[in-house]
């Protein structure tokens, strides 16, 4: 099974900071991941896909890179409506597996 | 727009089987490119994946739960369906629906709301 370690578990920045989350693979996974937004209460959203597509509607100052095992995701600009725990997940096309990290929950200093 | 929808018992005892069902509605589940998933989430937790199916039935499991999930899909009624034997108090979660994009790419952009299952006598 491939395993996804997000770090860090959780983060404390102000508004306008530059945010960064990484996501490392237990092996080569491509571009296949993606990063999800969870607000309290609520179901994930999607935010990227494979690495670094940026979903339709989602503000420009989300972004991810990365590939093989790899992978970075940032805010450029903290707002407050970012405040939330973000997921990386991954998927293999030919195991037909699907993990998720473990999760880095952001807040507002 | 579409939405999903579970629906479900809240409440099952140890050693039972949950069952429960998504509701899809603006759209079809008979799509092509899209398989229909279950993720769930205990309180406080991290996200995992459960389990996938097809329109045409055609399944795939997470390995640590396949010894005790089925998931299954009702085409006439719009609907797909899990049920996952044997529970213990571990499997007390928050349980989500979402449409799984898998044409040249695997996330999943549509949730439900999520429905929480307590395992308790």
């Known amino acids: 099974d491939i395993q996804m370690t997000q770090s860090p578990s959780s983060l404390s920045a102000s508004v306008g900071d530059r945010v960064t989350i990484t996501c490392q693979a237990s092996?080569?996974?491509?571009?296949?991941l993606n990063w999800y937004q969870q607000k309290p209460g609520k179901a994930p959203k999607l935010l990227i896909y494979?690495?670094?597509n940026l979903e339709t509607g989602v503000p420009s100052r989300f972004s991810g890179s990365g590939s093989g095992t790899d992978f970075t995701f940032t805010i450029s600009s903290l707002q407050p409506e970012d405040i939330a725990t973000y997921y990386c997940q991954q998927y293999d096309n030919l195991l037909l597996q699907l993990t998720f990290g473990g999760g880095t929950k952001v807040e507002i200093k | 727009q579409l939405q999903l929808q579970e629906s479900g018992p809240g409440l099952v005892k140890p050693s039972e089987t949950l069952s429960l069902t998504c509701t899809v509605s603006g759209g079809s589940i008979s799509s092509s490119s899209y398989y229909w998933g279950w993720i769930r989430q205990p309180p406080g937790k991290g996200l995992e994946w459960i389990g996938s199916?097809?329109?045409?039935?055609?399944?795939y499991y997470n390995p640590s739960l396949k010894s005790r999930v089925t998931i299954s899909v009702d085409t006439s009624k719009n609907q797909f369906s899990l049920k996952l034997s044997s529970v213990t108090a571990a499997d007390t979660a928050v349980y989500y629906c979402?449409?799984?994009?898998?044409?040249?790419?695997?996330?999943?952009?549509?949730w439900g709301q999520g429905t929480l299952v307590t395992v308790s006598s």
């Open positions: 092996q080569d996974i491509s571009n296949y």
């Open positions: 979402a449409r799984q994009c898998k044409w040249l790419v695997d996330y999943f952009d549509y």
């Open positions: 494979d690495a670094s």
């Open positions: 199916i097809y329109y045409s039935g055609s399944t």
